[in-house]
């Protein structure tokens, strides 16, 4: 967690009710409100066009952007979706209860509007050996029915054999494309929204607040999580506060 610096004066002048926190008031419906590179969003927006969703590995850096996409494709349109934070897991015993509990169930309303239920599981690289074992074998018997989306930060520590049985997709910055730059004007139109949705008087023009802007998108791209929630703590309805980073 990156310590920030804030001065008597800004802290005086800071308006202590304004506490929306963006990330989960605003979080992304559809792909379109998402901060991607092209090329991933034409991926996975032709899934949604062809009604179809195979099995998904999205792995890439934190606050990249993984998490927010699979909510995207497993809520679409109310489709029957159950989601595991595998980090969360409290035994192998008590994983493999839940999931089995909901892959064996009807869907909801028979609602499967990208033709399968979908399963989320978040840093799946946390699961155990013996669970990424069931797991291999879950994907592989519950291929009609379901779709499997699994998020990971390392997908090196995903077996192989689970590889194999996903479309894996590589949320991490290609340099020879133009990721970046992509990314970095979505991203700058994203926090103005909020701001303005969120009532506060910026502008985004001024010298002092475009270096601050600037400061924090280097530190922490390409996390967009952390970079929307730095530029939230400065916005209040009175203006930005250009609270400086720290150096740690």
């Not at 008590?94 to 239920?117: H, Y």
């Not at 689970?162 to 290609?174: A, E, G, K, P, Y």
């Not at 701001?195 to 985004?204: E, F, I, L, P, T």
């Amino acid at each position: 967690m990156v310590e920030v610096i804030e001065d008597e004066g800004a802290k005086r002048s800071r308006d202590s009710s304004h506490l929306t926190e963006w990330i989960q008031a605003y979080r992304p419906q559809t792909l379109e409100e998402c901060a991607l590179p092209q090329r991933i969003k034409e991926q996975l927006q032709l899934y949604i066009d062809r009604r179809f969703i195979p099995n998904l590995i999205f792995a890439g850096s934190p606050g990249i952007g993984k998490s927010t996409c699979a909510k995207v494709l497993g809520n679409y349109e109310g489709t029957d979706c159950f989601e595991v934070n595998c980090a969360n897991v409290p035994s192998p015993k008590e994983f493999k209860q839940k999931v089995d509990r909901f892959v064996t169930s009807a869907s909801l309303f028979g609602n499967t509007p990208l033709g399968k239920k979908v399963i989320i599981l978040e840093e799946s690289n946390e699961l155990s050996k013996q669970t990424l074992a069931y797991l291999k074998k879950k994907i592989e018997d519950t291929q009609e029915g379901c779709a499997w989306i699994l998020t990971t930060n390392v997908k090196g520590e995903i077996p192989s054999a689970i590889l194999s049985r996903c479309n894996v997709v590589d949320f991490n910055i290609l340099p020879d494309r133009d990721d970046e730059g992509e990314m970095l004007d979505q991203v700058s139109d994203l926090i103005q929204e909020y701001a303005k949705r969120d009532g506060c008087s910026v502008d985004w023009e001024d010298k002092k607040v475009k270096t601050n802007l600037q400061k924090i998108f280097k530190r922490h791209f390409p996390d967009i999580r952390k970079i929307i929630s730095e530029v939230n703590i400065r916005c209040t309805p009175k203006g930005y506060i250009p609270i400086a980073l720290s150096e740690y």
